[in-house]
């Protein structure tokens, strides 16, 4: 299995499987000099990790980062990135693998058993392999080691619909999304995602969800016409996010109602000498190229495909059979999804901020 690996400068590969004895990644191309300290990524993986309330699977495990190489030790925990290639390792500890015995030859409807299956001619049945959003713990990992790259660039996520309940704007609040287990920025709209994900998982099912990324101070001038658009990069490494099924930059698919006088961001000059912006429908992006506006992003996330309820599938010898998957999962995958897409944004535009230099200067 190829392509395991994405960025140009930047680039992030990662590895391991969901009920392998660990998953990992290897970060290429970070720049020399550059100075953290474990909890810091521990820290982005803790954000994301599973558990931590009754709205996501249950498996415990601690996602604790090891650091293998690429930094210098100065004995105290402060850690300086050489330029070499930093590895990246967390072990997995709470696998049931036998919750997925009953599926070792079954396809679950929804999921990448089959579309596997047909590519390879072999699958890991357990919890997904590869195709497994416990994958995505790695790419917050390499997200925080990102971060680093761009450290005046402020990057944030939220949740702002999930299933049939949406956000109202009005009431968006950048700290409610660390004091309720949705990411949600609005505390209405918080308080009514939990009566509603009680009763789609005591039920045994699950939904979908919508998050937004904002990436503030973003640099003017990142991205390049063509084949290397800022939002292209940005739009595929969203969609590579596992259950991602649609992304949007600013406005988004919107854009399709509007006139070209309410779609364009008009411009006046600004009192500090640069140019000022009066909307922001492009995302912050313009022919491929970083505006200097925040930079954002909406991804949807397609409800979990294990779930307790029968669905009609066939299994490997093609005989018709009905599938209910046991175990533990997420019934709303896209709630964890929020750090994750977070990392994405970091990583893309910690490579095109490289690569930006690299051609400018």
Known sequence: MSHNTFGHLFRVTTFGESHGPAIGAVVDGCPPRLTFR??????????????????????????????????????????????????????????????????????????????????????????????????????????????????????????????????????????????????????????????????????????????????????AGLGAPIYGKLDGDLAAALMSINAVKGVEIGAGFAVARLTGEENADEIRAGADGHPEFLSNKAGGVLGGVSTGQPVVARFAVKPTSSILTPRRSIDATGAEVEVSTKGRHDPCVGIRAVPVGEAMMACVLADHLLRHRGQNG
């Open 38 to 219: 474990r909890e810091d990524v521990q820290a982005a993986l803790d954000r994301r990790r599973p558990g931590q309330s009754r709205f996501t699977t249950q498996r415990r495990e601690p996602d604790e980062v090891e650091i293998l190489s690429g930094v210098i030790d100065d004995g105290a925990g402060l850690l300086t990135t050489t330029g070499t290639p930093i590895g990246l390792l967390i072990r997995n500890v709470d696998q049931r693998s036998k919750d997925y015995a009953n599926i070792a030859q079954s396809y679950r409807p929804g999921h990448a058993d089959i579309a596997y299956d047909l590519k390879y001619g072999v699958r890991d049945h357990r919890g997904g392999g590869r195709s497994s959003a416990r994958e995505t713990a790695m790419r917050v990992a390499a997200g925080a080691i990102a971060q680093l790259v761009i450290p005046d660039v402020v990057i944030r996520g939220a949740l702002v619909a999930m299933g049939e309940i949406e956000i109202d704007r009005a009431r968006w609040d950048w700290d409610e999304v660390d004091r309720n287990p949705f990411f949600c920025p609005d505390p209405v709209a918080a308080k009514e995602m939990e009566a509603y994900l009680d009763g789609i998982r005591k039920a045994g099912s699950s939904i979908g969800a919508v998050i937004e990324v904002v990436a503030e101070n973003v640099p």
